[in-house]
């Protein structure tokens, strides 16, 4: 794919995510911004093709009737990026949980969310023994949807809500 090629296509999906209401509603944490044109880069313009926003995926992640959002932000202080998701609610101020976050060390381009569905689904321990780790469950059943963090074409890990704890948990799925 050529430079203008992944120029155009970066610039068609801001220009889709600028239509996006839900995008627009997102609260943030204070000193945190969403992405915008000049972040959409690397794998969000390259990889994912059809998918709008890379690092960004709505479902009912804690199983309350309401959907959520799970998305990567930018520190507006210093070239740190974390993974956020907001329990959202019928009414007031979402909750705004820090899940993953990043010195700036790695590129966030790098890095995608999305959804993943309710099921079962073999987890890296249950892959290769010797991730098994402190509990790390070989089989993981989600009963609610999960948020899939993952690196293009690399490894990747659910963020899944524990309904016993009242939080989210992190599990690997891939290396």
Not at 27 to 38: V, Y
Not at 122 to 135: A, D, M, P, Y
Request: glycine share 10%; proline share 6%; aromatic share 14%.
């Amino acid at each position: 794919m050529s430079q203008a090629e992944r120029r155009r296509r970066g610039l068609f999906l801001t220009i889709v995510l600028a239509a996006s209401p839900a995008y627009a509603e997102i609260s943030l944490p204070e000193g945190w911004r969403l992405p915008g044109q000049a972040d959409v880069s690397g794998g969000w313009a390259e990889f994912r093709e059809g998918d709008r926003r890379p690092y960004h995926a709505q479902a009912d992640f804690n199983g309350d009737g309401v959907i959520d959002d799970a998305y990567i932000a930018f520190s507006t202080g210093g070239p740190s990026w974390a993974l956020f998701v907001n329990l959202n609610s019928r009414r007031g101020q979402p909750k705004i949980i820090k899940l993953a976050e990043d010195s700036g060390t790695n590129l966030p381009q790098n890095m995608g969310v999305a959804v993943a569905k309710r099921g079962t689904y073999k987890t890296l321990c249950g892959k290769i023994s010797r991730f098994c780790k402190g509990g790390e469950p070989p089989v993981l059943k989600l009963r609610l949807p999960a948020i899939n963090y993952y690196l293009f074409e690399g490894a990747n890990s659910f963020f899944w809500w524990d309904k016993q704890y009242g939080k989210f948990r992190r599990t690997w799925m891939s290396d």
